[in-house]
């Protein structure tokens, strides 16, 4: 407490300013820990419900059928999941590549140049703290995004970059989800499968307790006849 008390003003705004930069990042690390573990049990889920009926119909009896059967179905999910981001990036590359045939030139100078262009700096002010330069203040704007709206290729840099960093992010989600799916697969597949003696030990005794006697035709007749009233 007495070394609190005898840092300078500047002393304290930097430790300020370090503590709310110290849970801003458990805050932003404990929501995306909740996506993950959200997106892992939504995949999960979809296992769960596209093999319980035929687990329950007994169509499948071993865990290497399980996992060709399951995989299957996850692969297929991502395929119908995934197409859509595949097919814009590859229109997004065909465009790219009939502007550049019209104008007669290959290069991709000029998306390095606008989006250099449409990219901000900021100054961030910092300060000797302990011997380290460590951020004492909000930042300034060192350079302004510039966006050139009059030009074509501008528009086509804007448009390629917007869309495509959709693309990617989505075909990188669906990529995620199938690893989700696979490694459910793999957990659901073990577990179901597991050979446990004591288990088995369990379903023969309660097999041998069991009343296996065939009912005979009279009480058959019964049960038909008081199903009937």
Not at 42 to 51: C, F, L, T
Not at 117 to 139: H, V, Y
Not at 180 to 198: C, H, M, Q, S
Not at 207 to 215: E, M, S, V
């Amino acid at each position: 407490m007495i070394y609190l008390i005898q840092l300078s003003e500047s002393d304290k705004r930097i430790l300020i300013s370090l503590l709310l930069v110290l849970i801003l990042i458990f805050v932003l690390v404990g929501y995306l820990v909740k996506l993950i573990k959200y997106l892992l049990k939504v995949q999960g889920d979809y296992v769960e419900k596209s093999m319980y009926d035929i687990l329950d119909a007994d169509l499948i009896t071993d865990k290497k059928h399980f996992f060709k059967v399951s995989w299957e179905k996850n692969t297929r999910k991502f395929y119908f999941s995934a197409r859509l981001p595949v097919i814009i990036l590859i229109c997004l590359l065909a465009i790219v590549l009939i502007y550049q045939t019209v104008i007669e030139d290959y290069s991709w100078d000029f998306f390095a140049f606008y989006l250099k262009e449409a990219a901000f700096k900021l100054d961030w002010p910092t300060q000797e703290f302990f011997g380290i330069q460590i951020i004492s203040d909000w930042p300034s704007i060192a350079k302004a995004s510039v966006f050139y709206f009059d030009k074509f290729d501008a528009w086509l840099t804007y448009l390629v970059t917007l869309t495509g960093a959709y693309a990617i992010i989505h075909f990188l989600l669906c990529s995620i989800s199938l690893l989700a799916r696979n490694i459910r697969t793999i957990k659901v597949g073990n577990e179901y499968f597991k050979k446990d003696l004591d288990e088995l030990k369990k379903a023969k005794l309660n097999a041998r307790q069991a009343h296996i006697k065939k009912p005979t035709d009279e009480l058959k007749e019964y049960v038909k006849e008081e199903g009937t009233k």
